[in-house]
């Protein structure tokens, strides 16, 4: 690495240095910070700079770093921030060849631009979002791109079989207890649910992971929950996941209620229980980074209809605008109140019994 790269270098050497004091693993650590295990790896190896310094200073206070060690880590961060903003002056076309102007009259100095100012965000994740969180690694259920008629700069994968606290979740299955198998593990949920045409039941919990495309700068605006279709809630028997569970961190997320006539975003803040840190509630517009992608998570609740829905999310990308249709594979989400009985797997026996 170049002498000018030193800030960069002792920059990640006081965050690796810290991270390694702390004991604590990139996994843990992901899911207290909302950021991906292989961003952390990045940030701790130096491999990648943040491009925002909030994200580093969450690090180090999960690390407990002392107030002298995050001022030391803040200056390093600014300074290797100034060097990466000169080099790639340095790099742009026409830079090297630019020809000085001729001296002349002397006139007052032009005012310096004001540098746009960029929204800071609870949780940004590369996927493989957190897993609200959060696995390390994320399973992408689907993957898309806006319509072919207003193509927004960016892609986009959601994942729509997401269980509170990591196993909470009921489905609706259209079948008796005695042909109805175990209940799976959490990352196995999809097609376990799709073997047997599972609904939703009660709620649902949707992640969409927002990446730009190269050169691309993109601003996500609003969200907006569509409701497709409202039926009657299905009466089908409702299969729970667990048979109580709970867990320390209650990630920030949008929730929306199905049962209103227009279902509204609401964002609302999260919690972790263990380290009494609380998550402001997600906020947007919010520009979106190619090297840290944008998690949103919607939570929506139905209990007296059988709903089929989608997330409408506005963009603008410099002079250009549009809507992305967030959906499931190109199928509406789909989630139903719960009118019939309900059954618990009781692990000793195997069996679903009534709960």
């Excluded at 030391?72 to 102007?101: C, I, N, S, V």
């Excluded at 045409?197 to 927002?210: C, P």
Aim: proline share 11%.
């Amino acid at each position: 690495m170049a002498e000018d790269d030193a800030p960069a270098r002792e920059f990640a050497e006081e965050l690796r240095a810290l991270k390694e004091r702390s004991g604590l693993s990139f996994g843990t650590l992901s899911k207290r910070l909302h950021l991906s295990t292989s961003t952390l790896h990045r940030y701790c190896s130096g491999a990648a700079l943040p491009q925002e310094y909030p994200p580093a200073d969450r690090l180090a206070r999960a690390c407990g770093a002392s107030e002298e060690e995050r001022r030391r880590l803040h200056r390093l961060w600014l300074l290797a921030d100034a060097r990466r903003a000169g080099t790639a002056a340095e790099r742009a076309p026409g830079a090297a060849a630019a020809t000085p102007p001729e001296p002349g009259p002397a006139a007052d100095p032009e005012p310096a631009p004001v540098p746009p100012v960029r929204r800071s965000f609870p949780w940004r994740l590369t996927v493989g979002l957190a897993a609200l969180l959060l696995a390390a690694v994320l399973t992408v259920d689907a993957a898309g791109r806006a319509e072919a008629d207003s193509p927004a700069p960016l892609t986009w994968t959601v994942r729509s079989h997401v269980w509170a606290f990591g196993c909470g979740h009921t489905y609706l299955v259209d079948a008796p207890p005695t042909d109805v198998p175990a209940p799976p593990v959490a990352q196995d949920a999809q097609q376990w649910s799709a073997e047997r045409g599972g609904v939703h039941g009660d709620a649902t919990i949707v992640e969409v992971t927002l990446t730009p495309e190269p050169g691309a700068p993109v601003v996500v605006e609003a969200a907006h929950i569509r409701v497709a279709e409202r039926r009657e809630p299905l009466p089908w028997p409702a299969y729970r996941m667990d048979n109580g569970c709970g867990g320390s961190l209650t990630p920030a997320a949008f929730t929306a209620d199905l049962d209103t006539d227009r279902p509204l975003a609401h964002p609302v803040p999260g919690t972790d229980a263990a380290t009494g840190e609380d998550f402001p509630a997600p906020r947007l517009p919010f520009a979106l980074d190619a090297a840290e992608p944008l998690l949103l998570r919607f939570e929506v609740r139905a209990a007296t209809g059988d709903v089929d829905w989608s997330v409408d999310l506005d963009w603008s990308s410099g002079d250009r605008t549009g809507t992305l249709r967030v959906d499931d594979a190109g199928r509406p989400f789909r989630t139903s109140g719960t009118t019939g009985p309900v059954y618990v797997h009781d692990v000793p026996s195997g069996e679903w019994v009534p709960q």
